[in-house]
């Protein structure tokens, strides 16, 4: 197969780069994490055309990136007889993982896009246009364009929205001037995925700032939920190793609203005890939440959190907590921005969003069997799903096998069975050359490979940068994995 040839040719030509042996390169693919999930998955994943279902059903899927893409791919695999209708508006796919590799001077951004209609088969109905509207009551969608799309069955995979207009005084346009950069900023329905090479210009321009002085840095951490929760920090070490393999330094703040570096307890150790004190000039502000920034005085303002002891209550045998907010502005040179991010307006607006409490807003499914908790037709994969742990591209392929599978089921008659268990991936770059590989769900840390999770490795590094692009284009893509 073509799809072959090219993974054949990919790593003879990039294997090199890290000293291995094209047989070793291989064997590193094997005992991946992601390798290891798929051999674990397959047998509830994959379907030959005498396994596949006889179902029926007109299925609508709302979104064209790896969420949306991943379900269509093994939802056409599953059923003998599909009705797909796909409604997504860009034609470019960005491979948005790749974007700290492009920030980092390791990847380009024209390695991060491909076609979207290289994914979609022919007999899937694609609608370039976006969801305007839900209407689950009626089990119809209304698109921009106004079309009315009815379904049997849905599935949400909208993903997210950036709100860099959230924090006062910054707009999208001011991205890449003037000190600030963000390797998040993209439009993928423009095919668009700026962030990264805006970002790697940030480290070029910190660089020759940090040869004439010691320049202050901010790098931040919205109070929201975001994709990839590893990302701040990723820029934050490699930016700074940049500078350190040249025998250059600045001044770091990261500022978090966060009440720690990780939340998981032994990748937390690891930063806390060795990778931070590797650089010796990196302040952490906990707490810290971004709200407003003035680019021409180059001050960001940040919303501090934090609680004071009161009286003792004789009582209670305790003392009182009062909870305080303060004001706190940063002077900087340059500051890597972090937007807040929210669930997409249309799922966010709609009957299908959870309508209080923490999840507010986005896709009100099961936590488990991501089936809607109230309009049974409708699933969810990927960022747009409100629930604990989630918001990568590795949820989202292990999202895959849940809705398929939950979703034929129920095309059935029957009840949802499987189960996701809540698992998430960072690879945290800690340095060029070493990525720490959290990987975790519900329960705590989830190693897929009997290797400690808190550790650095460069094997990590190798498969981040060398095999999981081409895993991802002709594995994932493809719902083969």
């Known amino acids: ?74 939802l056409h695999r599953a059923l003998s007889n599909p009705d797909i209708t796909l409604i997504a508006p860009n034609d470019k796919h960005i491979y948005q993982p790749g974007q700290v590799f492009v920030a980092a001077g390791e990847m380009t951004t024209d390695d991060l896009l491909k076609e ?19 209407d689950p009551d009626n089990n119809k969608v209304v698109t ?97 190793d940049y500078l350190k ?31 931070q004190p590797r650089y010796g000039n990196i302040t952490n502000k906990f707490k810290h939440n971004l709200i407003a920034i003035d680019a021409q005085k180059k001050i960001a303002t940040f919303e501090h959190k934090y609680e004071v002891k009161g009286e003792y209550d004789e009582d209670l045998e305790e003392y009182d907590i009062i ?8 002077a900087y040179d340059f500051i890597h921005i972090v937007p807040p991010m929210a669930a997409v307006d249309a799922v966010a607006n709609s009957k299908l969003a959870w309508q209080k409490g923490t999840g507010k807003g986005w896709l009100e499914v099961d936590q488990y069997t991501l089936q809607h908790r109230r309009y049974k037709n409708v699933f969810g994969i990927g960022d747009i799903c409100g629930v604990p ?38 690879p945290l770059k800690t340095q060029y050359g070493k990525i720490i590989l959290a990987e975790f769900n519900y329960k705590g840390a989830a190693p897929s490979f009997p290797l400690a ?16 692009k081409p895993m991802y284009w002709y594995l994932m893509m493809r719902g083969l994995m």
């Not at 840095?217 to 930016?239: D, E, F, H, N």
């Not at 001044?251 to 939340?263: E, P, Q, R, V, W």
């Open 389 to 426: 742990k989630g918001k990568t591209g590795g949820s989202a392929r292990h999202h895959g096998p849940i809705v398929v599978g939950n979703l034929i089921s129920v095309m059935e008659g029957k009840k949802p069975k499987e189960k996701f268990d809540g698992y998430t991936v960072c």
């Open 323 to 330: 909870k305080k907010t303060e004001k706190v502005t940063m």
């Open 144 to 240: 921009r364009a106004g079309e009315e799309v009815s379904y049997d069955y849905l599935v949400v995979a909208t993903g997210l929205q950036y709100h860099y207009e959230w924090i006062e005084g910054l707009t999208e346009d001011m991205i890449g001037k003037n000190g600030i950069s963000s390797v998040y900023l993209n439009n993928p329905e423009e095919g668009t995925a700026v962030g990264g090479e805006l970002t790697w210009k940030w480290f070029n321009e910190l660089k020759d700032a940090a040869s004439k002085g010691k320049p202050k840095v901010i790098c931040t951490q919205p109070a929201t939920p975001i994709k990839c929760g590893g990302a701040p920090q990723k820029i934050l070490y490699l930016s700074d």
């Open 116 to 134: 979207n209609k290289d994914f979609i088969p022919d007999d899937v109905k694609w609608i370039k246009d976006e969801v305007k509207t839900f």
């Open 453 to 468: 999770v808190g550790e650095q490795r460069w094997i990590w590094w190798a498969f981040d940068l060398y095999m999981l």
């Open 1 to 74: 197969m073509k799809e072959n040839k090219e993974i054949e040719n990919f790593l003879d030509e990039k294997v090199s780069k890290t000293g291995l042996s094209r047989r070793d390169a291989i064997k590193l693919m094997g005992i991946s994490p992601i390798a290891a999930g798929v051999l674990a998955s397959t047998g509830s994943s994959s379907f030959t055309k005498a396994e596949a279902s006889d179902a029926t059903g007109k299925i609508v899927i709302v979104g064209g990136g790896a969420g949306g893409i991943m379900a269509m791919a093994r």
């Open 245 to 275: 393999e040249k025998g250059l330094t600045a001044d770091y703040t990261f500022a978090t609203n966060g009440s720690k570096l990780f939340g998981v307890p032994a990748v937390n150790k690891t930063l806390v005890e060795e990778v």
